[in-house]
């Protein structure tokens, strides 16, 4: 039995750190509306998915307490990660190679607007 | 022959430890609950194989004159469907591996034994759904659903047969959520990793197919049935959607789906053959490992179902270099269990002649799809019978040989009683031929150029097709022998003890039957696995006359 | 019913019984994920086909509403932490209150998504046959912004002509069924988001209600556990959501 009757695997992660995760989370909502209101061209959604990564990250982390949880849990995290990405990535194979609308048609003038 | 332990029929057990309908429809032990299984996936068997007489007798002519070209199309659909989510997909893992996972690692139950029960009601709401398609205007799609025509121009009973498909998926999922979770936290004291049995390391490599694949099959399903519905349009070309996206997401899961019906049969043929040549498994760790290797590389393979329906060039050059990979692991298997063989002390029970059949018929069907991943080869070969021949060897040769076999091997331990031994080697031998008979001669008729999923071909092939038709009604036969001797030895057969044979796993060191909590005691593991030659509590050690495997005398 | 700390039958231990609940749990987030990933597949593939209408369907979407339920959400996520470490700490008087906060939040969430889902009723944005990207700027609404139908008029009419420079009219038949494909996975996908989040919401009214109880302590705490790695799954889903569907093309020239 650990501390205050907890169970030996338990493990308390303090609030302080939960704040931190939350200003750290809004900050990064916050960043990435204003990225995407800015023009960065093609790497508008590269920013928009890395913020959004970066936040998955730090709720998997402290608020799902992956960090405090065996190599089992990390596993299978990252099991989950890999064939998602395996799902999209081998499908991108087919169609990076066939017509697209961006390879077919410039964009149009009035397509950026405020 | 030594002697086993204990020859008695136990006075308390699972079977008579409760009475009546509810305590079985609202049981919670593991084993009961293989058994609702092993009824409801032998009724759904039945189905398919009736669909299939069907086929086979309509197949005899080249007009064929049993059922019109629409009927023709409905028939084959169902057969898969049945035969592929209500049979084989559930199968092993769910009678046997539901029956004896617990047993095999030392624990009472499974680790979620009420989300277990719940997993086959889903089974049954599911086959419902599809039992009303089946019989309020069949289903005419082919089992694999491609759009546009089942998610618009299907005149077909459709929708209720995803929506079936679709809820059934969750039962597989929550087996596999089961299995996994089980292995990893309720071993016994002392059953490490490499102490469990192999059956155990192919259902947690199949398990991982179904968590992993599983979703991506519902939500595509899902989506094809709103399709339907509400004339969306995302695998529809009229409405600017895709159907080869379809094809991507189908056989995302698909693919793995045909290794989920094949790595459990893996698990029992490494079981049988060790216990029936008297000799420990050759390269435990490399099976092991191989388990786990095709179920993640078979994740990395499915486009090659998809050479020539218009998927780029450049993915069908991944996707069939791929599919050259993941027959290697298979491969290692073949050549561990025929290393196994040799030298052993063979003995010729209906389990082994199962797991004989299943070497030689896998090998052949896992060679021919080596044929189909080739593209060039492909062009010719896709969609013709060589394709059916190819899936029907494992399937049928392989997946449903190792369930037949297993169901044989662990019988005395389910029921505690044995089948007539020589009745049960004649049964076997039946399935053998009648099974080659009736797919051997459709690979030549794929190569010469018969297409599947036709209601006619041209006459020449007519001499093909007959020997197939006559083969299938062999291969009934070979099913139904045993569907007999098996349901009448509960009642007269010879009481079987707790180790007939005898083996060398944990399930064998309880009472036959087991009793509810499967052990008296819980076991402390400190032997390793097949250890054929040091075994002596079951008169098995070295330097001893190697005694053969016996089931009745 | 299962009663505080009691371990069930087919358990040696009560931290095998935890161990599994929490396996079990993280594994069921791993078919989610695969579950959702099928639909993130199916936008991602169709954006690359039809970039420029899921442009136009993109900035249809409510920025600040999407916003805000973005924070709500994160909000609720922080909340549901402090009621896992509410019970973990024995703190019982503390733990409903963090159950109820988050409940609330996400309360707040499907109350800002239903009036978005009205938005777009109201738009002729749901997919089908009524579906028609022109209808907001040919019936404005006495509140809309003219300058900023204007805008949007002449987004239309150059994607339109985007789609087929030949035959403009054919250009917004094609324009308005691509962007179909685009709300038809907007409200796929959040829609499917949004089921999950009642199912979250159902199952923080049961703990809740045993929280009530005082049935959870430093001793016995899995329930809290494993619901709060579902409701956090459902957070980052929604982060994912949110970047996809709202944030493109939303730039300035």
């Given at each position: 039995m650990g501390r205050r009757g907890a169970l030996v695997s338990e493990h308390v992660v303090s609030p302080k750190i939960y704040v931190v995760v939350l200003l750290a989370l809004l900050l990064g909502t916050f960043l990435t509306v204003e990225a995407a209101l800015r023009d960065f061209g093609p790497w508008n959604?590269?920013?928009?998915?890395?913020?959004?990564?970066?936040?998955?990250?730090?709720?998997?982390?402290?608020?799902?307490?992956?960090?405090?949880?065996?190599?089992?849990?990390?596993?299978?995290?990252?099991?989950?990660?890999?064939?998602?990405?395996?799902?999209?990535a081998l499908t991108a194979t087919d169609y990076v190679k066939r017509p697209s609308e961006q390879s077919r048609l410039a964009p149009p003038a009035a397509f950026y607007r405020v | 022959m030594p002697p086993s332990p204990d020859n008695k029929f136990p006075r308390d057990h699972y079977l008579n430890a409760t009475y009546g309908i509810r305590s079985w429809l609202l049981t919670t032990d593991h084993k009961r609950i293989a058994l609702l299984y092993l009824i409801s996936v032998t009724f759904f068997f039945f189905i398919g194989g009736i669909l299939a007489t069907l086929i086979r007798i309509h197949l005899l002519t080249p007009s064929g004159a049993l059922v019109t070209p629409e009927t023709y199309n409905k028939l084959f659909t169902m057969h898969g469907v049945a035969m592929i989510f209500f049979f084989l997909i559930p199968s092993i893992p769910a009678v046997l591996g539901n029956f004896l996972i617990p047993m095999m690692i030392g624990a009472k139950d499974l680790a979620f034994p009420k989300i277990n029960l719940l997993s086959w009601y889903i089974y049954i709401v599911g086959g419902c759904f599809v039992l009303y398609s089946f019989s309020t205007g069949g289903l005419d799609t082919g089992w694999t659903f491609y759009t546009p025509l089942s998610s618009v121009y299907s005149n077909s009973a459709v929708t209720p047969a995803v929506i079936g498909i679709f809820i059934n998926g969750f039962s597989?999922?929550?087996?596999?959520?089961?299995?996994?979770?089980?292995?990893?936290?309720?071993?016994?004291?002392?059953?490490?990793?490499?102490?469990?049995?192999?059956?155990?390391?192919?259902?947690?490599?199949?398990?991982?197919?179904?968590?992993?694949?599983?979703?991506?099959?519902a939500i595509t399903l899902l989506l094809a049935g709103l399709e339907r519905m509400f004339h969306l349009g995302f695998f529809n070309p009229a409405m600017g959607g895709d159907p080869i996206?379809?094809?991507?997401?189908?056989?995302?899961?698909?693919?793995?789906?045909?290794?989920?019906?094949?790595?459990?049969?893996?698990?029992?043929?490494?079981?049988?053959?060790?216990t029936f040549a008297r000799k420990p498994i050759f390269g435990y760790s490399f099976i092991a490992g191989s388990s786990i290797a095709i179920a993640v590389i078979g994740f990395l393979v499915w486009a090659h179902h998809m050479f020539v329906t218009g998927e780029s060039t450049y993915a069908a050059l991944t996707f069939s270099f791929l599919?050259?990979?993941?027959?290697?692991?298979?491969?290692?298997?073949?050549?561990?269990?025929?290393?196994?063989?040799?030298?052993?002390?063979?003995?010729?029970?209906?389990?082994?002649?199962?797991?004989?059949?299943?070497?030689?018929?896998?090998?052949?069907?896992?060679?021919?799809?080596?044929?189909?991943?080739?593209?060039?080869?492909?062009?010719?070969?896709?969609?013709?019978?060589?394709?059916?021949?190819?899936?029907?060897?494992?399937?049928?040769?392989?997946?449903?040989?190792?369930?037949?076999?297993?169901?044989?091997?662990w019988w005395p331990k389910i029921t505690g009683k044995l089948y007539p031994e020589a009745l049960s080697r004649i049964a076997a031998i039946t399935l053998f031929v009648g099974f080659n008979l009736t797919f051997f001669p459709q690979f030549i008729l794929g190569y010469l150029g018969m297409p599947r999923r036709y209601h006619s071909y041209p006459p020449e092939f007519q001499v093909l097709n007959v020997l197939s038709t006559a083969g299938a009604s062999i291969l009934?036969?070979?099913?139904?022998?045993?569907?007999?001797?098996?349901?009448?030895?509960?009642?007269?057969?010879?009481?079987?003890?707790?180790?007939?044979?005898?083996?060398?796993?944990?399930?064998?060191?309880?009472?036959?039957?087991?009793?509810?909590?499967?052990?008296?005691?819980?076991?402390?593991?400190?032997?390793?696995p097949y250890d054929y030659n040091n075994r002596p509590d079951l008169g098995l050690a070295a330097g001893r006359p190697l005694a053969p495997a016996h089931g009745d005398d | 019913m299962h009663r505080t700390g009691e371990l069930y039958g087919q358990f040696e231990t009560l931290e095998q019984q935890k161990e599994s609940a929490q396996l079990g749990m993280w594994i069921f987030l791993v078919t989610e994920v695969l579950f959702f990933g099928g639909l993130f597949l199916t936008y991602a593939v169709n954006r690359h086909l039809y970039f420029t209408a899921f442009g136009i369907g993109g900035n249809m979407l409510d920025l600040r509403l999407g916003t805000t339920n973005t924070v709500v959400l994160i909000a609720s996520s922080f909340?549901?932490?402090?009621?896992?470490?509410?019970?973990?700490?024995?703190?019982?008087?503390?733990?409903?209150?963090?159950?109820?906060?988050?409940?609330?939040?996400?309360?707040?969430?499907?109350?800002?998504?239903?009036?978005?889902?009205?938005?777009?009723?109201?738009?002729?944005?749901?997919?089908?046959h009524s579906f028609d990207l022109t209808y907001r700027i040919n019936h404005p609404a006495p509140t809309d912004d003219p300058k900023e139908l204007a805008a949007e008029r002449k987004e239309i009419e150059e994607a339109a002509r985007h789609e087929d420079p030949a035959e403009p009219e054919n250009g917004l038949i094609a324009l308005n069924a691509h962007a179909q494909l685009y709300f038809?996975?907007?409200?796929?996908?959040?829609?499917?988001?949004?089921?999950?989040?009642?199912?979250?919401?159902?199952?923080?009214?049961?703990?809740?209600?045993?929280?009530?109880?005082?049935?959870?302590?430093?001793?016995?705490?899995?329930?809290?556990?494993?619901?709060?790695?579902?409701?956090?799954f459902v957070d980052v889903v929604w982060i994912y959501l949110f970047a996809l569907l709202y944030l493109i093309n939303r730039h300035a020239v």
């Open positions: 959604i590269v920013i928009a998915l890395a913020i959004a990564s970066a936040k998955a990250i730090l709720v998997i982390l402290f608020f799902m307490h992956a960090r405090y949880s065996p190599k089992r849990t990390h596993l299978v995290i990252v099991s989950a990660a890999f064939w998602l990405i395996i799902l999209l | 597989s999922i929550l087996t596999g959520l089961n299995f996994i979770v089980t292995i990893h936290t309720m071993r016994a004291p002392g059953m490490t990793w490499f102490r469990l049995p192999l059956f155990a390391w192919a259902h947690y490599a199949t398990s991982l197919v179904m968590i992993l694949g599983t979703p991506v099959v996206l379809f094809q991507h997401l189908f056989w995302f899961y698909s693919h793995p789906a045909v290794y989920i019906m094949i790595l459990p049969s893996m698990g029992v043929i490494s079981e049988i053959i060790p599919s050259y990979l993941v027959a290697i692991p298979s491969a290692v298997k073949v050549f561990n269990w025929t290393s196994t063989l040799y030298k052993g002390s063979i003995s010729w029970d209906a389990p082994m002649l199962y797991a004989l059949g299943f070497i030689g018929l896998f090998t052949i069907g896992g060679l021919t799809g080596l044929f189909l991943a080739c593209l060039g080869l492909d062009i010719h070969i896709h969609d013709t019978y060589f394709v059916i021949a190819h899936f029907h060897y494992i399937m049928v040769g392989g997946a449903v040989m190792g369930y037949v076999g297993g169901l044989h091997f009934a036969i070979g099913y139904l022998l045993p569907m007999i001797y098996l349901t009448w030895s509960m009642r007269y057969g010879k009481v079987a003890g707790q180790n007939p044979w005898p083996a060398t796993g944990l399930e064998w060191k309880t009472d036959s039957p087991p009793p509810t909590e499967n052990f008296h005691v819980t076991p402390q593991v400190d032997w390793e | 909340t549901m932490a402090m009621s896992v470490w509410s019970a973990q700490t024995s703190r019982k008087k503390l733990l409903p209150v963090c159950l109820i906060l988050t409940l609330v939040l996400g309360g707040v969430f499907l109350g800002i998504k239903y009036v978005e889902y009205k938005q777009k009723f109201d738009h002729h944005l749901i997919p089908g038809s996975l907007y409200f796929g996908m959040t829609g499917l988001h949004a089921l999950h989040m009642i199912v979250g919401a159902g199952l923080l009214i049961w703990v809740i209600r045993e929280s009530f109880k005082g049935r959870f302590s430093a001793s016995y705490n899995t329930p809290i556990e494993v619901v709060g790695l579902y409701w956090h």
